[in-house]
């Protein structure tokens, strides 16, 4: 069946530091990739996505690609703030799990002045 | 707002006892799903409704029974409930899942 792995957390930066957070994938057909975030006491926001293969999904200052040879789709951000602070997912659509979503354990990302 | 909406927020509940956790979306979306998280376990698939009339088990049924209402409304029941259902749920809508989900703000229930 269709899986995510997230990079094992927490993750603490200060600042204004280049932030990435890995996601690896395993599916089969052509999946849609997203991120989600999670701030404290909310519900999950979709923060971007990608739907084929190269795509590069982009919002607020994070990025993330789609990449299918590494079957990956790393979170990055060249300089994160202190309202970045949130717990972050990972989540494969489609594959063999049409219609539902199958996400990572989430990182928690704390960021100090 | 446009969203989805879920009642009530918080719930302390004791062992044995039964409620139903209530979801409506706004957005006109053909499939809804329940969620629980739990530290450390990200989030795990109770039931979804791909469209009105269907609901399907997801990855951690037991214990839990859903009923879509119609298009709008897709509730959650615990019969009787167990510490071990202690977490905090969430609904969520898609048009269609390939396209990601919209959440609502989540119940945050305690069994004692």
């Given at each position: ?48 996505k990608a739907t084929k293969a190269d795509d590069k999904g982009s919002n ?54 | ?97 390939a396209y990601g989900y919209t959440f609502g703000s989540g119940t945050r229930?305690?069994?004692?």
């Amino acid at each position: 069946g269709d899986s995510v792995t997230q990079m094992e957390g927490p993750v603490t930066l200060s600042e204004e530091a280049f932030l990435t957070i890995n996601c690896t994938y395993t599916a089969t057909g052509y999946p849609s990739l997203f991120w989600y975030v999670q701030y404290p006491g909310e519900g999950l926001q979709l923060l971007l996505k990608a739907t084929k293969a190269d795509d590069k999904g982009s919002n607020k200052g994070f990025e993330a690609t789609y990449r299918k040879e590494t079957t990956s789709f790393h979170l990055e951000k060249g300089s994160v703030q202190v309202s970045d602070s949130a717990v972050y997912f990972c989540a494969l659509g489609g594959g063999t799990s049409y219609g539902k979503l199958t996400f990572g354990q989430g990182t928690i990302l704390t960021v100090h002045p | 707002n446009a969203g989805v909406t879920q009642t009530p927020k918080f719930q302390v509940l004791k062992t044995g006892q039964s409620m139903t956790l209530q979801c409506a979306q706004d957005m006109n979306h053909n499939s809804m799903y329940w969620y629980r998280q739990d530290p450390g376990m990200g989030l795990r698939l109770i039931y979804y409704s791909a469209s009105e009339g269907t609901t399907d088990k997801g990855e951690v049924p037991n214990g839990y029974n859903v009923s879509r209402l119609n298009k709008r409304e897709f509730s959650l029941r615990l019969e009787s409930a167990a510490p071990s259902q202690t977490s905090v749920y969430f609904c969520a809508s898609s048009p269609d899942g390939a396209y990601g989900y919209t959440f609502g703000s989540g119940t945050r229930l305690t069994v004692v």
